[in-house]
């Protein structure tokens, strides 16, 4: 048991969402974030303006963090930032404030990578949440990165499936600008999805060796299809939305479960967690929930405000990187790539 209290200042600025999150030891005292709505008229995430709107709301997100928290920033013990990856300039406005804050404070500086930080949110301190036992499995699904980790423990973590291609979440939003949904549309498709027949089209799954994914294929596939049935009949997108929605999330459900099947069979680890933004898809929450009774496996699946990019996943890795003096300097540096 911690004799004083860690408070923990996180920011995370990796792509359109400015955050910033207080936390006291494992328990998240505010969480808020900002999001960039001018994206949506380009259909998809502009770098140059996303730099631009984290340098806006940087200050305003941080401030009402600390008053939601009720916390002083003399009361702060560490400052935690996402260094990668992400996008530069996006990055690059959280390193920098945080960096100036923590010189200004004179208070330890954490780096946290995005991704290990999607996987430790299970480890907040959540009501009605349980924590998954090392070793376990974990799915990271986002826009960028689809990926199983072998997860040893918080700082020991092995990637041994991730995508050959595209990306889970570039899937969902590239199979709904084709339908014309507007961006980002991988919410659209399971919206609509709910209302539709999953088994109406049937779309063929990628052949990948080993645990590894590939969507290129599928969105080819889909473009064609849609193509295809459009030129026949121009009303079919809106005549059919509910049922390719929901025959599109099928088959995208079917490939992550295949490969974790394949997974557990493989390493023995029946503990499953869940991170990263597709993780709040409702089909795939369900699913994962329901292999509980079917497969016996034991599954985990984050509150879903910290699904998204959020900063209180960076915080609780700011946390558990605090404990054991894990700090950076001001030399550290933002990387768009980043080791895992």
Same mark, same amino acid.
């Given at each position: 048991?911690?004799?004083?209290?860690?408070?923990?200042?996180?920011?995370?600025?990796?792509?359109?969402?400015?955050? #910033?999150?207080?936390?006291?030891?494992?328990?998240?005292?505010?969480?808020?974030?900002?999001?960039?709505?001018?994206?949506?008229?380009?259909?998809?995430?502009?770098?140059?303006?996303?730099?631009? #709107?984290?340098?806006?709301?940087?200050?305003?997100?941080?401030?009402?963090?600390?008053?939601?928290?009720?916390?002083?920033?003399?009361?702060?013990?560490?400052?935690?930032?996402?260094?990668?990856?992400?996008?530069?300039?996006?990055?690059?406005?959280?390193?920098?404030?945080?960096?100036?804050?923590?010189?200004?404070? &004179?208070?330890?500086?954490?780096?946290?990578?995005?991704?290990?930080?999607?996987?430790?949110?299970?480890?907040?301190?959540?009501?009605?949440?349980?924590?998954?036992?090392?070793?376990?499995?974990?799915?990271?699904?986002?826009?960028?990165?689809?990926?199983?980790?072998?997860?040893?423990?918080?700082?020991?973590?092995?990637?041994?499936?991730?995508?050959?291609?595209?990306?889970?979440?570039?899937?969902?939003?590239?199979?709904?600008?084709?339908?014309?949904?507007?961006?980002?549309?991988?919410?659209?498709? &399971?919206?609509?999805?709910?209302?539709?027949?999953?088994?109406?089209?049937?779309?063929?799954?990628?052949?990948?060796?080993?645990?590894?994914?590939?969507?290129?294929?599928?969105?080819?596939?889909?473009?064609?299809?849609?193509?295809?049935?459009?030129?026949?009949?121009?009303?079919?997108?809106?005549?059919?939305?509910?049922?390719?929605?929901?025959?599109?999330?099928?088959?995208?459900?079917?490939?992550?479960?295949?490969?974790?099947?394949?997974?557990?069979?493989?390493?023995?680890?029946?503990?499953?967690?869940?991170?990263?933004?597709?993780?709040?898809?409702?089909?795939?929450?369900?699913?994962?929930?329901?292999?509980?009774?079917?497969?016996?496996?034991?599954?985990?699946?984050?509150?879903?405000?910290?699904?998204? &990019?959020?900063?209180?996943?960076?915080?609780?890795?700011?946390?558990?990187?605090?404990?054991?003096?894990?700090?950076?300097?001001?030399?550290?540096?933002?990387?768009?790539?980043?080791?895992?």
């Amino acid at each position: 048991m911690l004799h004083n209290d860690v408070f923990i200042l996180a920011i995370e600025s990796s792509c359109d969402d400015t955050a #910033a999150a207080v936390l006291r030891n494992d328990k998240v005292l505010s969480n808020v974030v900002a999001g960039q709505k001018i994206h949506e008229e380009y259909g998809g995430v502009v770098p140059e303006l996303a730099s631009r #709107a984290h340098q806006q709301n940087i200050v305003p997100v941080v401030d009402m963090a600390l008053k939601r928290a009720n916390v002083n920033k003399n009361q702060l013990s560490a400052i935690a930032f996402t260094q990668g990856p992400g996008l530069m300039g996006s990055l690059l406005v959280g390193t920098s404030f945080a960096k100036s804050l923590s010189l200004s404070l &004179d208070i330890p500086l954490i780096a946290v990578n995005h991704m290990h930080a999607h996987i430790l949110a299970h480890f907040i301190d959540e009501e009605g949440f349980d924590k998954p036992e090392f070793p376990f499995l974990a799915l990271t699904i986002s826009g960028g990165h689809t990926q199983i980790v072998k997860v040893n423990s918080f700082f020991n973590m092995e990637i041994i499936g991730e995508t050959t291609d595209d990306a889970v979440g570039e899937a969902f939003d590239k199979s709904a600008k084709i339908m014309g949904l507007p961006y980002p549309g991988g919410p659209l498709i &399971d919206k609509f999805a709910k209302e539709g027949n999953q088994k109406k089209y049937q779309f063929t799954k990628p052949k990948v060796d080993g645990l590894n994914f590939s969507f290129s294929g599928l969105k080819t596939q889909i473009l064609y299809f849609i193509q295809r049935n459009v030129l026949e009949n121009p009303n079919f997108i809106e005549e059919n939305k509910a049922d390719i929605c929901a025959s599109i999330q099928h088959t995208i459900i079917e490939i992550l479960m295949e490969k974790l099947k394949m997974t557990v069979a493989e390493t023995g680890i029946t503990q499953i967690a869940i991170g990263g933004g597709v993780s709040a898809n409702s089909g795939i929450r369900e699913t994962l929930k329901n292999a509980e009774g079917k497969y016996g496996w034991k599954t985990f699946i984050p509150k879903f405000e910290y699904t998204t &990019d959020n900063a209180a996943m960076i915080g609780i890795v700011g946390y558990q990187k605090y404990l054991e003096n894990r700090f950076n300097d001001a030399s550290i540096v933002s990387k768009a790539r980043i080791e895992f």
